[in-house]
């Protein structure tokens, strides 16, 4: 069984479109994350909810809305793409507290925007 | 703002051989997480490192912290070609969120 699974794997689409990406997990964590990996593989995170609620949230466009629906999922909302989105969006969840437990990375969704 | 960064960005190495990869970070913590990915994967956890001193070993990698010098080390003995992949350091500074570092990606050469 999948801890974390993030679908689709891959999203290739044009400029302007508006796409999605879900996420699940099935660890029972209350901490659920959306990370994004560039080009240069550096890892930067967006967005971070806790039972459902909203608790981190970078300097992200507001063409980026997360949405949680329960605790055990987290989806991504992408509006009017942009050529700089092209990145690799990883999902994660974790128990109650990061410092005492692992984050646990969904297999990624690499985005090419066109 | 927290900055991670961890030296060398890139390293070849051949088999057998030691090498250390290192993570500073600019502000006080005491958890610090390793982290390894292959080409086109998804992170997978190696050690979290949560006081000063803190040492994990597991196969040929060990892992440690130093929080007064703010440097965690992930050391490599006789590497083998199965440990090629990118590694990377994470410092939690609190907030739920943790700060990756920069990423070495290592090629382990026969």
């Known amino acids: 069984d999948t801890a974390v699974s993030q679908t689709p794997k891959y999203l290739v689409t044009q400029m302007g479109n508006d796409k999605s990406i879900k996420c699940e997990q099935n660890l029972g964590h209350d901490t659920m994350y959306w990370y994004k990996q560039d080009s240069k593989k550096f890892l930067k995170i967006m967005f971070s909810?806790?039972?459902?609620?909203?608790?981190i949230n970078e300097t992200v466009p507001n063409r980026f809305s997360p949405k949680s629906p329960d605790k055990a999922h987290l989806n991504l909302h992408i509006n009017s793409l942009e050529l700089g989105d092209s990145a690799v969006y990883f999902c994660?969840?974790?128990?109650?507290?990061?410092?005492?437990?692992?984050?646990?990375f969904g297999s990624g969704t690499q985005l090419s925007v066109l | 703002e927290l900055k991670v960064e961890q030296n060398p960005l890139f390293l070849s190495m051949q088999e057998g051989k030691n090498y250390t990869i290192y993570c500073n970070y600019s502000?006080?913590?005491?958890?610090l997480y390793w982290y390894r990915q292959d080409p086109g994967k998804s992170l997978e956890s190696l050690f979290v490192?949560?006081?000063?001193?803190a040492v994990k070993q597991e196969g040929r990698l060990m892992a440690s912290l130093d929080t007064k010098a703010r440097l965690s080390t992930l050391h490599i003995t006789a590497a083998v070609h199965d440990l090629s992949a990118t590694y990377f350091c994470?410092?939690?500074?609190?907030?739920?969120?943790?700060?990756f570092g920069t990423g070495t990606r290592l090629t382990i050469i026969p």
């Open positions: 994470a410092v939690d500074v609190g907030g739920e969120k943790l700060t």
């Open positions: 502000t006080t913590s005491d958890r």
């Open positions: 994660a969840s974790s128990a109650p507290a990061v410092s005492s437990e692992k984050l646990f």
């Open positions: 909810y806790n039972n459902k609620e909203l608790i």
């Open positions: 490192l949560l006081s000063n001193g």
